[in-house]
């Protein structure tokens, strides 16, 4: 692989299937800019990514429909050529029975695990030896609902995210209040609940980031506008609550507002999230020694619907995806102090909702 490696940011979006769907663009470190090296349309509502670095590839989820005719999804995985970012469609494979809205890779490279927040469903799918996907494994419904009586009428899941050490996956429900903790039994290929977290009521759990001590995790709460921090036991397989901290200003009483993602820096300082109403990115500094959160500051998104972002791999820049204003936007990253600082670089593309930069 060549030493003067690119880096890239691969897009998922909301997009119908003859409409581009999926992105790639390299990403200037020095100023911050990004610019367009190929997009694939064909699948609809190509919404999350995730990306294979070493093997060159990309997985989407995808909508579809049954014979029946009912929605379900697909999982879809690409090449994506580290010199031109062309991408190609390497296949596609019927997934879990209800539209998606997660993707995640296990760290063995065997699976892929979909969450469908309309379903309440978390899938196990097989990755090939040689990348492409699989077929479906296995797929847990969950149960049970929340507080709010709108938006936790059932089961919600949204994420899917591994321990450090790869031996368990928390399941975010919004719906339910809780994080579902499972192992993966590769013998069976099946999904195996471990234990179960319950939330405050009426928090709505949605995406999880892990410290990279490996002995916190947090959790950007949807419903609520909160993050909670969690000590994570590693060999027990449990979190538990520490502590909670609302997302938003003080004494904020504007647009009504929903979090979206969450991320940890490299260097375990800050925890960044995103807020959408408000329209911002939340930093806050951590406590290295208790996980504790304390608010840095709060930054325009430069847009509305802040729904995605991400920090790139060497943490000195921030993309926010702002899918209601049909723009990609970039922020430094004070190494210092966490604070954000935008780039003035504002990329117009349709509808985004997930950012990966990747070096390749």
Known sequence: MSESKRLLVLVGSYAEAENEGIYAYELNEDTGSLAKLDSIAGVKNPTFVNVDAQANKLYAIGETASAEGNKMSEAVALSVDP????????????????????????????????SSYHG?????????DNGEVGALLDEKKHEGHG???????????????FSPDGKYMMVQDLGADKIAIYSINA?????????????HPGAGPRHLAFHPNGQFAYVINEVDSSVTSYKYDAAAGTLTEISNISTLPDGYDGTEN????????NDGRFVYGSNRGHDSIVVFAVDADKGHLTLVEHVSAE??????????????LLIAANRDTNNMVTFTVDQESGRLKYTGHSTGVSKPVCVKPVYL
């Open 187 to 199: 013998d069976t290929n099946e999904l195996v609940l471990h234990s179960e977290t319950k939330t």
């Open 303 to 316: 847009g509305q619907h802040p729904r995605h972002f991400a920090l790139t791999p060497n943490g000195k």
């Open 120 to 128: 309440g469903l978390v899938g196990l799918q097989a990755l090939t």
């Open 258 to 265: 929903t979090t979206a993602e969450i991320t940890v820096s």
């Open 147 to 161: 507080a709010h009586p709108e938006r936790q009428d059932k089961p919600h899941v949204h994420s899917a995210f």
């Open 83 to 114: 010199a031109t970012g062309k991408l190609t469609l390497l296949n596609r494979k019927d997934s879990i029975s209800a539209p998606p809205c997660h993707i995640q890779r296990d760290p063995s490279g065997k699976y892929l695990i979909l």
